[in-house]
């Protein structure tokens, strides 16, 4: 009964490698968020969409790359992975943004060390 | 987005109340101020939200002054497993809008 889940928990890969982070909620929530939370603890958003269209998208490098399929979920495509990208990267959700409250759930969280 | 100013660290007694404050002097009168924590490891979890009233939950309270330039998240009774980085953050009512996190505070409950 995971509210919001993420795979893998772990991925370790190569420079220049192309990777997926999956991120799935049950919560019947309509916006999804990414936010990357790098070695020294920062926690910034990277992207938030609402009913599967972009409404945030902070200044990202093109190789990151969300894809929406349906309201439950939002994946994280990154190309030519470089090694700054190594990070925790979490996935969030909340309801729609006509609501007063702006809760986000949180998943557990993806360890991305690119070697 | 408001910016918020916490201490860096705080140290708590288990059983005794922890007090957490932030700064938020540049709060815009639209922007809710929510308190999250991240216990090492884990995805930050919601604690708490409020504009101008003080509010309470199951989790803290959270004590807002009247002119809204600073708060307090209260934990009444913090135990071991309330160690962890606290967060407060101005945000504008609406729920898909972004956070900010800044550095928050490092609670460290002690027995």
């Known amino acids: 009964d995971t509210a919001v889940s993420q795979t893998p928990k772990y991925l370790v890969t190569q420079m220049g490698n192309d990777k997926s982070i999956k991120c799935e909620q049950n919560?019947?929530?309509?916006?999804m968020y990414w936010y990357k939370q790098d070695s020294k603890k920062f926690l910034k958003i990277m992207f938030s969409y609402n009913n599967k269209e972009l409404i945030i998208n902070e200044t990202v490098p093109n190789r990151f790359s969300p894809k929406s399929p349906d309201k439950a979920h939002l994946n994280l495509h990154i190309n030519s992975l470089e090694l700054g990208d190594s990070a925790v990267y979490f996935c969030a959700s909340s309801q729609a943004w006509s609501r007063r409250n702006n809760e986000q759930f949180f998943g557990p969280g993806t360890r991305l060390t690119v070697l | 987005d408001a910016k918020t100013t916490q201490p860096p660290s705080m140290d708590c007694a288990e059983g005794r109340a922890a007090n957490l404050p932030c700064n938020h002097s540049t709060i815009s009168g639209n922007e809710y101020v929510y308190w999250y924590r991240q216990i090492h490891s884990q995805g930050p979890q919601y604690i708490i939200h409020?504009?101008?009233n003080n509010e309470t939950n199951e989790m803290a309270s959270l004590i807002i002054t009247e002119d809204r330039k600073s708060s307090t998240l209260i934990l009444p009774h913090a135990t071991l497993r309330d160690t962890a980085v606290y967060y407060c953050i101005g945000s504008p009512q609406g729920g898909s809008e972004k956070l900010v996190f800044g550095k928050g505070t490092k609670l460290t409950v002690n027995p």
């Open positions: 919560l019947g929530h309509d916006t």
């Open positions: 409020g504009l101008k």
